[in-house]
Every structure is written in C-alpha cells, then in structure tokens.
C-alpha cells in the first residue's frame, strides 16, 4: 500500500502564537494512530484564524495528496472564527450530515454545541472535514463521523482505507446507488 | 377530485444506460400507490447524472402541473452525483428539514447516512424532495417525510392530498401561523 | 448592570393588519421576563411578510443595541414566508445548529416540523434567532436553544447575561476554544 496522508489543520490564532499547546491537533493524530491498518503519515500544521491562511494551507494539503484534511478550531460564532467559511470557499460540494451529527453527538455534553458551524465538503478528491477546537469533543466527534470516511474516500476515488475493525467499524454498503 | 400528478425523476448513468433497472423510481410508485386516495398519475423518467438535464425535467414536470417531484439519485459526494445542486439551482426556498430528517433516519441503518446531499425545496408551486438512490432507503424516507407533505401542498397553493388513514397518517396542524 | 436589550420581532400579515393578536410576540416576552436577572427591556414590534421590512427591523433593532433579536412568524414554506430569507442577508454568519436542534424538538409534537425553515445567525455584534409562528412552539423552542444563548453573547462581544437557575440553566463551558 502507497502511504496515506491525512491533513491536520490546527486554526487558532493563541496555539499558533504558541500561548498554549495544541493539544487537539494531537489528539486527532492519535486517533489516526490507533484506527488505521494503512501505512500513514499526518502532514501538520497550525496556523492563525485567517481565512486566507486557512486556504491556502488546504489547498496545499490537497496538492500534497492528502486524502483527507482534518481541521480544529475556528467553527464557533466569534468573529476570529472562520474555519467553515474557507472550507466552503474552496469545496465543490458540502457535506451537511457531517455537521449534524457531530452538534447532535456533542449536545449529549454541551447544550452549547449549537453554536459551531463545523461541516464537511469535497475539495477535487480530498474530503474536508472541520472538528470544533475543544479537546474534550475531537474523539466524540470523530468517533461519531469516522465509519463513512473509508467509504466516502472510495466514492471521490481517493485510496483505500483499512482500519484496525477492533477500534471503530468502517462501513461500506454492498447495495450501490 | 383532479387528477393529482407526481413526477418521479430518477438520476442514474447505470439506469438511463439501460445498465441496470430502475428499482428505486418504482418502489416511488408502489409507495403512493399504497397511500394516495386522490386519483392520480405518475409523470415517470430516467435520465443520467447530468445538471442540466435534471434542470430541465424538473423545468418540465411543473410545467405539466406536478405538485410533487421525487427524485431518487444523485445525492451522493461523487463526482457526478448532481442532483441536489440542480435542486437548488430552481427552487426560490429551500426546506433543510426533509434532509436533516431523512438522514437521521437512514443512520439508524448505515453509518454512512451522512454521506447524502439530499435536500427538498419549493419552485413556483410544486414541491421537489430528494431520496437517496438505493432502493432499501426509499420507504424508510418516504415514510419518515411523507406525514409533512400534504399540508405542505396546502401551504404553496398545490392540490388536497388525502390519504389512506392506514397506511400513513398524512398531518394538518389546526392552528395557523 | 446596564439594561440589556432584546429585539422581538412579529412577522405576521394578519397581525400586523390587527385581523388576530400577536400572541406568540408576547409568549417571547414572557419567557424572558420568567429567565432573565439582568434588567432588561423588550423593543417590539409588529410587521407583515415583506422582507425589506423584516430587514430594516432587524437593522434598528441593532441600532438600539439590542444584543439578541428573536423573531416569530415566517418560517414555512408559503410565498409570503421570508423571514428567514430576510435573516440570512444581513448575518456574517449563520449558525444551523439552532434550526436543526428547533426542527428535531418540534418534531416531537409535529410531523410538520420539517416544513420550517427557522435559522439563527450573527449580525454584527447581534444573535438574530428565527422561531415559528405557531404559540404552542414558542417556549418549545426557546426552551431548546436557550441554555446556548448567554456563552454565545459572551463570545461575540455582546453584555454578560445571568439567570434565574430555577427556570433555565444557562450553560458556559470552562475549557476554551
């Protein structure tokens, strides 16, 4: 198998300034770490709150071959938060499921989940998704969302993702549509 | 009682080629063939993934006074998966709660449930619904939406739909906006 | 504390021509006499379905520093529903998740839910919320997504608003994004 690669995008103007650490664009890579059977290497990068540093960092994600680019931070209502608008600046086509069911699996903890705009889309062959920033919520998230990734991967024509089936079932339906 | 007309598109490469057969657009017409008490008619076609083809049969179904449209296809994240853009390309507004619905009910079955684009929206006075392509998910959408669609009819000018009560309970709030 | 103020706007032909009262304008005004602690004053009022005046509304109300605007009315999908429409061109920034948690409370008491199209959104330094038209769905509502409001005012620069913990808990997450 050819390695995969996994974008992680960490969009906060303090980890980029290095006031703290950037604890949840490690937890994303652990979660990779755990899940995945192919050979794999994350490319990593944190950068500040500004939508065109954010499209620009995906673009080149993408121009890297990454197969899927996993964002943090920057989905909330504030005014520094522009995640969303640059993922949909540059996908051709949105995913809105992927943002319900991340807010409806987070509102089991906070009643606050409401208030993020994380989503997904298709950027070319790679697929985007935004997680919120908070630690505590990356692997409820992606625990949530990570069984339709290997298939989603297989529809845009990406590689084959195969997953350790002992931490978390990748799905794949035998009907096509 | 008019004859009541629903048109039932199915966007599918495999079922215009003659590939495959459409299992899908008949299981829309089994569906309300089982629920529908008005008189009514199916304005049935099969056409490929293509956006401006799809445009153009939803164009032409209203204009032969559909008060419905399903369309079964297209909703996916692959390439040539275009019917919910062709969808938003007509309608003036746009019902987010048909889709949010549909996919919920899809993940009691799949994971990847989040992977539908399917929407529904309002043009002039006829009612366009997307359900997925697989013939499996038909009924469990039509059944979880089918309940709001008459009194939607009311509310954009369309035709009375009534139903047989035993089948599925169609719903008419009496108290008015 | 300064008085903090909240916009309530009734969208509504038949209130505003008097043909019936505005009994939901004034089930919003209840809710927030009943939660809030902080002094505080409605601005209120009454217009018909016409979106330039919806939008002006939502403009004045700012203006007079109203810190959130709630809306009634003009969320189906009728011709003359465009309250939301009205929202979406003045807010920088949408938030779907209100409108999504709102549809899935409603769908509680009604199948018909589906059919509305109520959103929230950001306006400055100003959270816009859409509700439903229908009374009986006001405090359904508001009981849903109010727990979220306050932490959201706080992020976008607007006035620190407390509560009686009695009637709603308003919820503010420690870790920060």
Same mark, same amino acid.
């Given at each position: ?5 996994? !974008? ?5 103007? *303090? ?14 890579? *652990? %979660?990779?770490?755990?899940? @995945?059977?192919?050979?794999? &290497?994350?490319? #990593?990068?944190?950068? =500040?709150? &500004? ?6 960092? @995906? ?15 920057? /989905? ?6 522009? /995640? =969303? ?13 992927? !943002? &319900?069911?991340? *807010?409806?699996?987070?509102?089991? #903890? ?12 298709? #950027? ?14 990356? *692997?409820?998230? @992606?625990?949530?969302? %990570?069984?339709?990734?290997? #298939? ?20 794949? =339906?035998? &009907?096509?549509?």
């Amino acid at each position: 198998m050819d390695i995969l690669k996994i !974008g992680v995008l960490t969009c906060s103007d *303090r980890a980029a300034a290095n006031v703290y650490e950037d604890i949840s664009g490690n937890e994303i890579i *652990r %979660f990779f770490k755990e899940v @995945l059977q192919n050979p794999w &290497e994350p490319v #990593y990068r944190v950068i =500040p709150d &500004e939508k065109e540093e954010i499209v620009s960092a @995906l673009k080149s994600m993408e121009e890297e071959n990454c197969a899927l680019i996993v964002t943090t931070g920057g /989905t909330g209502p504030a005014h520094r938060d522009v /995640t =969303p608008e640059a993922t949909e600046e540059l996908c051709q086509k949105m995913l809105p499921g992927f !943002g &319900e069911l991340m *807010r409806q699996v987070s509102l089991q #903890y906070v009643p606050t989940s409401i208030l993020s705009r994380q989503t997904a889309g298709i #950027y070319n062959q790679t697929l985007i998704i935004n997680l919120p920033g908070k630690p505590s919520a990356i *692997r409820q998230c @992606l625990d949530a969302v %990570f069984p339709a990734i290997p #298939y989603c991967l297989d529809l845009i024509g990406g590689p084959h993702m195969v997953c350790h089936e002992s931490t978390v079932k990748a799905f794949r =339906p035998k &009907e096509m549509s």
